[in-house]
DNA sequence: TATATTCATAGACATTTGTCTACGTTTTTT
DNA sequence: AAAAAACGTAGACAAATGTCTATGAATATA
């Protein structure tokens, strides 16, 4: 079964079927993107949001001085893009960039508000994921503003296990908005316990 | 006018009518909480949001060692609750309280899920909240993980003038995550630019 | 009006985290 | 296979932030 007609029969409560299934592939375009390539660049508009098939990416902010903080990372089944700049219609301050080779498809803005009109399923699914999506970013805000680091990268390898292993120590820091050498330390002290 | 009314067609595309209206407003039911009172509390579950009419509250955390954390701020035609519990009918782990005497409606998942079901304008309401809630969370993510306390405090000058005169110090400097002994350095430190 | 509470600031000191340099290992690229 | 780049850790030091105590002013309460 192809991995994106799962994904929407998990999320919405009336199944579609295969026949609506095609008219919904018809609207996402695939694409292949390798590693560092981008998805998005900075002052860009976000024309596209991709829903991962296989790969994983990373969704970066660059400061004044040039350093890189990782706002988010993305694996297969999540969907990858700047909101902000997809409805908005404005030039992004993100990059999103591919960490390993990718296999994406590509939607438009009109695209889902077409699936949304067409398919009330549709539109159900993207209520449930902003949703989830809120709950999910309530809780990492709480999360950055009143625990430690210690505590925060426990909570994401609690959280996000299957991230462990997807992307190394220093991206992982930087999403915890700490830097690498503070993630080394902290790591070093959980292990005396 | 009432606020509510304003508020749904400021937001909706297709305009609703008085009597619309009416059934409309029959969800929600007022309540009037002093200063300090309790929306929520920590271990309850959420049972309603709440829109407020007049007043002020916020949204925090207690951590291990008693400190308390504002994890959101709300004034007039804001939404009050926590979300996770409220879809999830989980134990919340926050408190919401008055900060000023407030006026709410107050509405049901149930009501919502009815007045959704009865007026595509509200589903479409609620949808859009969420896109702006997901914008600003996700402003607020990039600000936490890569801006200094000085850039956060100016970020949220910028932002939320309106919270300055409702909130003292001590209550912003714990939305930002910071101490109130920082944020007075801080801005001791703005003054002299 | 008198009293208590809240609030903002300040300074001294402790702790956490960032910065920088270095090193050895692993992984990737040529 | 050789060279280059990426990665994780470590230590020394600096900077940012937290902790604690104190104080006076403003505000709320009795």
Redesign the pocket.
Known sequence: MHPLFKYINKYASTLISEKDFEVFRSHFSEKKIR?KQYLLEEGEICKYFAFILKGAMRKYYIDEKGVEHVVNLYIENWWAGDRESFVMFTPSIYHIDAWEDCELLLITRESILELCRQFPAFNELLLKLDERNNIATQRRITSSISF???KRYADFVDCHPYFLHRF???IIASYL??????L??V??KALKK
């Open positions: 590693k430690t680091a210690e190394p120590q220093h908005g700490i830097t690498k050498d503070t080394s330390r790591r070093k």
